[in-house]
């Protein structure tokens, strides 16, 4: 049995806490050891959680233990590669109510939300925090390191590079690209391509920054 480690105690980490004890092979092939995070006092005032064993920085991996990440953002990548860096594996987490299409293809380290809808022949790299409630559209493509929020939807076919934040209830057109570290605002339709470095957001989406 693998002792589960989640980097980043914050409330994402709390909420992939409670995704944990709900996913395929919770109590079979794995358990929840605790939180690692460079605040080690993230958890006070929370009560009914494991603890938080150490900082991202400074822990080793042992081989009976995975992990998943909670961190968005351009701090996702560097925590994964520094705990990968270590010998460290990850969990491929996919909730037991998700529902997964055919010839759908989900990447090492990737999770995917409670009550997510991925379509068919949809192609999931590495790493990607896909939250609840989300819709990856049929024929989509999604690189790795990227972070989608709840209530996104990605329209058939659309293409997200890597570490992208998509945040909540984001539309994105049929065909679209989200090109690779750009973001795209809450609540905003993308109808064009984003192109790499630029935050969009509003309806129709405009570049922010
Ligand atoms: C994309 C985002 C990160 C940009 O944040 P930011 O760079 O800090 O930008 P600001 O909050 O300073 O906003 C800049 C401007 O855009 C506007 N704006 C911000 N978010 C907006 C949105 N989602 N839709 C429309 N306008 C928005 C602000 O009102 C502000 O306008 P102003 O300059 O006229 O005052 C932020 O808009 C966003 O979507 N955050 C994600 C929230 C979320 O879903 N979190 C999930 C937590 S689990």
């Known amino acids: ?9 914050g409330g994402m ?11 395929i092979g919770f109590d079979v092939d794995y358990i929840i050891k ?3 995070d460079d ?16 900082t991202i920085n400074d822990y080793q991996p042992s081989i009976d233990e995975v992990f998943i990440c909670s961190i968005g ?14 010998g460290g594996s ?16 989900i990447g090492a380290g990737s999770i995917v939300g409670a009550f997510t809808a991925i379509g068919a022949d949809a192609k999931i790299g ?15 493509k999604i690189g790795d390191w990227n972070r989608i929020d709840t209530h996104v939807t990605l329209v058939g076919g659309t293409i ?39 935050t969009v957001m509003g309806n129709p989406a405009k570049r922010l920054m």
Request: charged residues 20%.
């Open 1 to 9: 049995m693998k002792q589960l480690i989640i980097i980043g105690a």
């Open 13 to 23: 980490g709390r909420t992939l806490y409670d995704l944990a004890r709900e996913s």
């Open 34 to 36: 605790g939180f690692i």
């Open 39 to 54: 605040n080690t006092l993230a958890l006070n005032g929370y009560e009914n959680y494991p603890p938080i064993i150490g």
């Open 73 to 86: 953002g351009a701090a996702r990548r560097k925590c994964i590669e520094k705990i990968v860096s270590k």
């Open 90 to 105: 990850f969990l491929t987490m996919i909730h037991k109510t998700a529902r997964i299409g055919t010839n759908v293809v």
């Open 126 to 140: 590495r790493f990607n925090l896909i939250q609840s409630q989300t819709i990856i559209g049929h024929d989509s």
């Open 160 to 198: 997200v590079e890597d570490e992208t934040d998509i945040h909540t209830a984001a539309v994105i057109g049929h065909n679209v690209t989200i090109e690779s570290n750009s973001r795209v605002a809450a609540c905003s339709f993308v109808i064009r391509r984003v192109k790499s470095g630029t």
